[in-house]
C-alpha cells in the first residue's frame, strides 16, 4: 500500500492560495517536498512571500502531528492525573460545587443559562472574587478577565462581594490559628481583588469578537489569569441578526475558540446566556417553554451547560449537561455575600445572621 | 501524486521532464490523458519511453483491484465486533461496533452520546485488551468518568487500562483532518505499538468542527465535510477499526422531524446512525445518582432492516440495558 | 482511436470477441434485458437501497446459469467494482450470494422430480462462493484522479479477461464537491476530472462492450413548497415524487443511458422499509424489502397494495 500524502486542500491556506497551487499541478504534499520558495513563486505565480508563507503553514502543521505528545495524543492516564490535580473554582455554595464536581471546572466551557433576576451575574461576580483567593482558603490565587456585554457588570454589587469573602477568610484564618494564613489575609483587600479582574466592555458583537480573538495573546502575557467571564454571550447576538445560518457559524466559531482557549491554558471560561421561548411542536404538550437561547447548533458547543431557574420562590441551578458529573439540580440563594447554599432547617443561622440577609427576586443580574 | 518528477521511471529523466513540461504536461493526469502518439512528436520523445512512462503510472498511481476470494479471507480473518458495554446497544447494533465500519450516534444535548463513547471505550480496554484513540473536539474528554465507569464495572486497577486510551483534541477542521492523518500516518509506518493495536477509534464531536465552516457561500464547507468522512471511512477500512463518531439532532428544514445534522452529503457518510430520541426531562428535586433513561432508534444500516429500537439508562456506572 | 494505432491480438480480439450477455441480470428491473453498452445510473438519497441493488446485480453476475442442477440464472460474467465511497462489504456479499444460493437450491429441490436430488453441502456451497467471488475485482480510488487513472488502467485488465461484462462504480458522485472546490470559480475547471472520467468510461463502454452501473447520491433537492411536502410523508406509490435533480457535467448526462431513481416509504406501524424504484412509466416501478441478507422483491400485485 502506498503512502499516500496529504492532500494540500486540507491545510488551512487562503483559497487563492490553494487554486493557484492546483492550477499549477500541486496537489498533495509529496509535490512541495524539496521545493524552495522561489520556485514555487515561480510555478505558481504566487508572490514570494506567499509561497513561504504557504511552505511554513504546511511544515508547521505537519511537524505539530508528528511529535509525541502535546497536541498530539496524550495518554488517558496522565490526563487522570491531571484532571484529579487540578482543583475547580468555588462558587461558595457547597451544593453547586459538589454538583459541579470540584466547583466550575477548569479547561472547560461552562455556561450559565437563565432567566433575568435569577443570578447569572451574581455567579460571574461570585467566581470573579473567587479565583482570585489564594489557595489556603480554596481559592486558585489567580486572575480572572470579565468581558461584560450588557453592563451589568456594578462594582459596588462587587465591592459587597469582596467583603462578605474577605470575612470568610478571616473566620477560616481564626479558627485555624496559622501564620501563613494571616500573612496570606493582608494581602486580600478590596483594592487588591478589585485589581485581579480585568474588565472589558463590549457594545455590538463585533467587540466580542475582536476581544475573543485578541484574548489568546492576552492570556499568554498573563498567565495568572485562571478565568474568563463573558456576561452576557447572548445579548449582541440576539437582535440585528437576520442570518441565522452566519449567526450560527460565528457563535460555533466563538465557541470552538473558547474550547481551545480553555485547554490550551488550562482556564476556566464562563458565559451567560438567556432563555427564550419555544413553541412546542405538534405532537407534543401544547404551549411553550422555556429554553436556553441562541439555538440548537449552540447548545452543543459548551462542555458544561447549567440552567438557573425558578421553583416557587426558590432560584435552582440544574446541571444539565456534563461530561463527568450526573443531571442533578440544587437549591441556592443570593445574599449581600454573593452565592450562598441554602440552609433547609433554619434559615438564619448564627455565623451568617449579622451581615447577611437574603435577597429576594431583586433585577440584579 | 500528481506532478511528474525526474526518477519516477529510468525513462523519466530532466531532460525528458523539460520536454513534456513544453508541451503542457506537468502532471500524471496530464500525462494518462494524451494520446502518447502525438506527444511523442510533439515533445520528440521516443515512444517507446513515453510507453515505458506510462506504464508505471499506472501501476503506482491508479487503484489497486483486489480479488473478491483473497479479500473475502482478508476480511473473515480482520473483522471483529466490539461490544459496546450495554447489551441492548448491543443486540441493536447486531452485536456491536463492526470493525471496518463507521457508526454515527446522533442526539441533541445531554442525550448520552459523550456517555456512549466513553462506555464504549471501558469495554474495548478492558473486555478485548486493545487500545482506543479519543478524539476531542469540543472539550468532553474526562479521564475520571472513563476510571468510575471502570471501576464500577469490577476493576479495582482501573488505571493500568488508562494507558490503553490516548486523547487528541482537534478543536478546528484543519486539527481534526491533522489528527486523522496523524493516525493514518502512525498506522502505515508500523513503529509505535500502540496503534499496532488499536481498533476503536471515537471522534466526539464531528459536528463543532464543521458548523463553523458549514452554509457560507463558498464549497469549502461541503468538500471539506465530504474529505472528513472520506479519511474516516479510510481508516475504518484499511486498518480494520471501528469508527464511532458523534453527531447533533437538529430539526430538519421545516421543523418537525429531528435528524442528524450535517446536512445531505454527510448523511451519505455513516455505515450506520443510531439517533438517541429526545427526552423531556425536568427536574424539580435534589435527586443525585438518579438513572436517567433514553431510547436509541437505528435509522442507517448497510447490514439489515432499520427502525428497530432499544432502552437504556444512564446511570452512574455506565449506560446499561434497561430490566 | 485513429487509424494507425496499432492494435495488439489479444486487444482485437477483446474488443471484437463476444463478453457474457448481461441480459438477464435483474428482470424485476430490466424486463426487455440490458443489450450491452449501457451505462445506468442508480440515483436516490442516503439509504434508499442503490449499494444494496449493486451487491445484488453482482450476485447475479457472478453466478453461472446453473449448478449441480440448481437453476441459479447467473450471467456468469466478471465484475469490476470501483468502490469510491469506501462502503463495499466482501462479507455481506458473500452472505447475500448464500442465501440466493440456498432458496435457489430449496426451489429447486421442491421442484425436483427425482427422489434422489443432493443437496449440496455446506463446504461444497461455500467452495462454490469463493470460486465465484474470484470473479469479482474490487479497486477503492480515493480521489477522481485517482479514479481517472484507475480508467485508464481498466483497458489492459478487461483486454486481458473476455468475461468481463460489468463495470460499476459506487458511487460516481463522491468526488463531486472537492472537485467543485479545487475547480475555483470556472465550471470548467471544476468539472474537468469528471469529463476526463467520461471520456475512458465511455471509450470502454463503446470499444468492449461493457455495462456500467453506477450509484449517484442526491445531493441536492428542490425546495418544496407544503402540497409538496405533504407528498413527501406520503405512503402511497402513485404519490411519490420520483423527481431527479441532475447536477453532474454534460458528459455524465450524455453517457447515462437508463436511470433508476430509489425512494422509500415508511410502512406505517411496523417501522419497516419499502424501498421503491422507478425506471420510467409507472407500470416498470419495482418494490423490494432489504433483510438481513436478501432482498425481497414484491409481485406486482403486493406492490402497488400497502
Known sequence: MMDTQRELCTFPLAPNHKLKLSAAGFQTIQDLKGIKPAELCKDTGLSLDDSEGV???????????????????????????????????????????????????????????????????????QLAVGVQIPEVFGGLHGEAVYIDTEGSFITERLVDIIAATVRHCEHISQKEHNEEFVEHLKSLTVEHLLTGIHYHRCHDYIQLLAIVHLLPAFLKNHPKVKLVVIDSLAAPFQHDFEDFSLRTRILTSVAQNLVKMAAEFKISVVLTNKMTTKLNSSGGDSGAHLVPALGESWGHACTVRVILHWEGNQRMAWLYKSPSQTETTVPYQITTGGIRDIIMEERYQAENAEDETPVKQQKLS | MALLKAGLCTALNNTVLENLRSVGIKTTLDFITKDLEAVAQQASVPYKDLLAIRRVILAQYSGFPLNGAELYDNGVLTMAILSTGCTSIDELLDGGLYTAEVT???????????????????????????????????????????????????????????????CFTAFDVYELIGALETIRHNKQRQMDPFFESLKLLIVDNVASVIYPILGGPQSDGQSLITIIGQKLKILAVEFSLAVLITNNLVSSEWGGTLSASLGRVWSHVPHTRLVILPHGNKHTAETPERETRREMMIVKSSRGPTNKCCNFIIASSRLSSVR | ??????????????????????????????????????????????????????????????????????????????????????????????????????????????????????????????????????????????????????????????????????????????????????????????????RLACEELSKLVNTYNITVFATKQELFKKKKDFERRDREKSTVIQELDFEHQEYMCKSWQKLVTGRLVYKYVEIPGSGRRKFVVSAGPISEIVTFFVEFDEIQFLSNNEKLRL
Open chain 1, 55 to 125: 511552505l511554513n503553514t504546511v511544515n508547521v502543521a505537519e511537524k505539530m502531528h508528528w511529535k509525541s505528545g502535546g497536541r498530539c495524543g496524550l495518554s488517558a492516564l496522565d490526563m487522570l492525573h491531571e484532571e484529579q490535580s487540578l482543583p475547580g473554582i468555588i462558587t461558595f455554595s457547597e451544593r453547586v460545587d459538589r454538583m459541579l464536581g470540584a466547583g466550575v471546572p477548569l479547561c472547560k466551557v461552562t455556561e450559565l443559562c437563565g432567566e433575568p433576576g435569577v443570578g447569572k451575574t451574581q455567579f460571574c461576580l
Open chain 2, 104 to 166: 454515527e450516534v446522533a442526539g441533541s444535548i445531554a442525550a448520552g452520546k459523550t456517555q456512549m463513547c466513553f462506555t464504549s471505550a471501558a469495554s474495548v480496554i478492558c473486555k478485548t485488551k486493545q487500545n482506543v484513540i479519543f478524539v476531542d473536539t469540543c472539550g468532553s474528554f474526562s479521564a475520571e468518568r472513563i476510571s468510575i465507569i471502570l471501576e464500577e464495572n469490577g476493576e479495582s486497577e482501573p488505571e493500568q487500562f488508562l494507558s490503553q486510551v490516548r
Open chain 3, 1 to 194: 482511436m485513429s487509424l494507425s494505432k496499432t492494435e495488439t491480438g489479444a486487444q482485437f480480439l477483446a474488443r471484437l470477441g463476444s463478453r457474457p450477455s448481461m441480459m438477464h441480470i435483474e428482470p424485476a428491473f430490466f424486463g426487455e434485458g440490458l443489450k450491452g453498452k449501457e451505462v445506468i445510473e442508480l440515483y436516490g438519497a442516503e439509504g434508499t437501497g442503490k449499494s444494496e441493488t449493486l451487491l445484488h446485480f453482482i450476485v447475479r453476475c457472478i453466478l453461472p446459469k446453473s449448478w449441480k442442477s440448481v437453476e441459479l440464472s447467473g450471467c456468469d460474467a466478471h465484475v469490476i467494482f470501483i468502490d469510491t465511497d469506501y462502503k463495499f462489504s466482501i462479507l455481506r456479499l458473500a452472505s447475500l450470494l448464500e442465501r440466493y444460493i440456498l432458496n435457489a437450491v430449496g426451489r429447486a429441490r421442491q421442484n425436483s422430480d427425482e427422489t434422489d436430488f443432493q443437496c449440496p453441502g455446506s463446504e461444497e456451497t461455500e467452495n462454490f462462493i469463493k470460486e465465484c467471488l474470484k470473479k469479482l475485482y474490487i479497486i477503492r480510488c480515493t480521489s477522481s484522479t485517482q479514479l481517472i487513472i484507475t480508467l485508464h488502467s481498466l483497458e489492459n485488465i478487461i483486454c486481458n479477461n473476455p468475461n468481463i461484462s460489468a463495470v460499476m462504480i459506487d458511487s460516481i458522485s463522491a468526488f463531486y464537491w472537492i472537485d467543485r472546490y479545487n475547480g475555483g470559480e470556472s465550471f470548467a475547471m471544476q468539472e474537468a476530472n469528471m
